[in-house]
């Protein structure tokens, strides 16, 4: 049944039920009243005769008065129900429309400011988001697809030599076996960083909740920085390492200082600087990591932390890297109630900032599933 439908039904209850209380209280006014009190002789016949008239009279007015009354507030009030729900059957005719290829169109609003206009507002906001959801995953799919294909035809091209060769007696070279290992090591990678952030979506990665002294940390990510530094003549630098320690997992945070070290090593200028520092501010461990690459511009930025994301100056074969790094990165920061920070000046310097809370005594060191 439809709401109009309830709504005059409703109605001509109400309106029904007003004329039968008026009905029974004229019945007790003009005749079982007189009639018992004539019984006890405080009024006369003829009077309880000129009542019992009236009520007669109240009758008619009410049968042949309040009928047509009736059926004039009903029909008044099925137009005037029928008027008020019209946009609610608009806003349906106009949602039923709606797929995922239509989220961009807008629910028509009444402009009224009632509750129907409010509830459009929020329809219009929620297709909003899922637009952006629709839209973020077929990104995701495209770049996903982009950085699987690469290695996927270079590995086919190179067993497809390798097999015209063996064909015809020549020796397949090392060199070509060597890269397909690379590629194979690419894609590896690719799918252990999905799989990582997908089950961090869903809820499944758990993190040790432990003492972790993070400028031990930094010191050693220090030492391996300066390791990765060599081929590409980049100096890494500590400037400042103090005391801090946090609560958290030792291989997450460490995970997350090689992440943003590497990345400040490859995305730079040959023979360019890194500097790493670490400082407690307040109540939080502030862990800078700045590089002198190119950097990125500025309508970029808010896009670093996105998964395959790595900017139009880096997306090219010869940086090594597939665009999680940053998304982990991400992940384990807020994973340890930390914030995450990307500032690059173009030309000058790249900073990533992380803010990370400094151990709470209150803290145990327990077992905990990540939110």
């Known amino acids: 049944m439809t709401i109009r439908a309830r709504l005059t039904i409703w109605h001509a209850g109400v309106l029904l039920a007003s004329l039968l209380a008026m009905g029974v209280l004229s019945y007790r006014h003009f005749v079982s009243i007189p009639a018992r009190r004539a019984s006890h002789g405080r009024e006369s016949e003829d009077e309880v005769a000129d009542q019992a008239m009236d009520f007669r009279e109240v009758r008619e007015i009410v049968l042949w008065s309040g009928t047509p009354a009736l059926l004039l507030a009903l029909g008044g009030g099925w137009w005037l129900t029928r008027k008020a729900l019209a946009p609610v059957a608009a806003l349906t005719q106009a949602a039923e429309r709606i797929n995922e290829r239509s989220l961009h169109d807008k629910l028509p609003r009444s402009g009224n400011g009632d509750e129907l206009d409010r509830l459009t507002e929020v329809f219009n906001a929620m297709t909003a988001r899922l637009e952006g959801s629709f839209e973020r995953v077929r990104e995701f799919t495209l770049h996903a697809s982009h950085e699987l294909k690469t290695p996927l035809t270079v ?21 070509r076996l060597l890269s397909q290992l690379d590629e194979i090591d690419r894609l590896t990678k690719i799918v252990d960083g999905l799989t990582l952030l997908t089950k961090a979506d869903a809820g499944q990665v758990i993190l040790r909740r432990e003492e972790v002294h993070l400028d031990e940390l930094v010191r050693e990510c220090f030492a391996d920085a300066n390791i990765l530094a060599q081929p590409s003549a980049v100096r890494v ?109 173009p030309g000058q310097l790249t900073t990533v900032t992380v803010r990370l809370p400094l151990r709470n005594l209150t803290d145990t060191g327990v077992v905990k599933t990540n939110p």
């Open 155 to 175: 590995i086919r091209g190179e067993l497809e030599t390798a097999l015209h060769e063996e064909t015809s007696g020549a020796p397949a070279p090392s060199a």
């Open 237 to 345: 630098s500590l400037s400042d390492c103090e005391a801090a320690a946090i609560q958290g997992d030792r291989h997450r945070l460490r995970q997350l200082l090689l992440n943003l070290t590497d990345n400040a090593i490859k995305y730079n200028n040959p023979g360019g600087t890194v500097t790493i520092s670490l400082k407690q501010r307040g109540p939080s461990a502030e862990l800078r990591v700045a590089n002198t690459g190119p950097g990125l511009a500025v309508a970029l930025q808010p896009h670093v932390f996105e998964r395959f994301f790595r900017g139009d100056a880096s997306h090219n074969r010869d940086v090594e890297g597939c665009g999680l790094g940053l998304s982990i990165a991400q992940w384990i920061v807020h994973a340890h109630g930390g914030a995450i920070e990307f500032v690059s000046q």
